[in-house]
T-cell receptor, first 113, second 112 residues
Framework: SQQGEEDPQALSIQEGENATMNCSYK?????LQWYRQNSGRGLVHLILIRSNEREKHSGRLRVTLDTSKKSSSLLITASRAADTASYFC?????????????FGRGTSLIVHP | NAGVTQTPKFQVLKTGQSMTLQCAQD?????MSWYRQDPGMGLRLIHYSVGAGITDQGEVPNGYNVSRSTTEDFPLRLLSAAPSQTSVYFC???????????FGPGTRLLVL
């Protein structure tokens, strides 16, 4: 079953606004990753945050992790039309033994110019 | 580096036909995996491999076979295609000790 669940499923904003999407997961993790998928393309890695980190930044991206609530958020500041894509969180499972992360269903972000 | 490549880009099959989706990577990654992506379902893991000669099942393995004879290649075989296998298939690879997945461009499969 899928470990992470993103919220909201869809988000529509104007260029220049901030976009926030959330990810909740079920079991303990070593790390959580965020990926981006442009329409019709493969996923591209954005950022990784480890279980002992609370916040991480990369350019206009800010990721937070709250292991007590088993949740993470991805904030994209000053959104651009080019940020239009689907965003997925991916988590490993410390108990499952799999070396491969599992993905949520994603948040579809539309940024209107 | 070409990264992760997948062929074909698009394929139409009739129910009952078999085919192989090809995946290759030139980054010498040990881990490779196959996902399928369906509307509203996100990515679901089909099979994965942690090295040549080693494969294991993911969340949705039924109807698919894999093998890993070399580090570079990880083909996915559909034994007898069914309409429920209509989907977009993604191959991904990662290095041992590194969590980042590198994805191929995907194969769109339509089973009639």
């Amino acid at each position: 079953s899928q470990q992470g669940e993103e919220d909201p499923q869809a988000l529509s904003i104007q260029e220049g606004e901030n976009a926030t999407m959330n990810c909740s997961y079920k079991t303990s993790i070593n790390n959580l990753q965020w990926y981006r998928q442009n329409s019709g393309r493969g996923l591209v890695h954005l950022i990784l945050i480890r279980s002992n980190e609370r916040e991480k930044h990369s350019g206009r991206l800010r990721v937070t992790l709250d292991t007590s609530k088993k949740s993470s958020s991805l904030l994209i500041t000053a959104s651009r039309a080019a940020d239009t894509a689907s965003y997925f969180c991916a988590t490993d499972d410390v108990s499952g033994g799999s070396y491969i992360p599992t993905f949520g269903r994603g948040t579809s972000l539309i940024v209107h110019p | 580096n070409a990264g992760v490549t997948q062929t074909p880009k698009f394929q139409v099959l009739k129910t009952g036909q078999s085919m192989t989706l090809q995946c290759a990577q030139d980054m010498n990654h040990e881990y490779m995996s196959w996902y399928r992506q369906d509307p509203g379902m996100g990515l679901r893991l089909i099979h994965y491999s942690v090295g040549a000669g080693i494969t294991d099942q993911g969340e949705v393995p039924n109807g698919y076979n894999v093998s890993r004879s070399t580090t570079e290649d990880f083909p996915l075989r559909l034994l007898s295609a069914a309409p429920s296998q209509t989907s977009v298939y993604f191959c991904a690879s990662s290095d041992r000790g590194e969590e980042t997945q590198y994805f191929g461009p995907g194969t769109r499969l339509l089973v009639l």
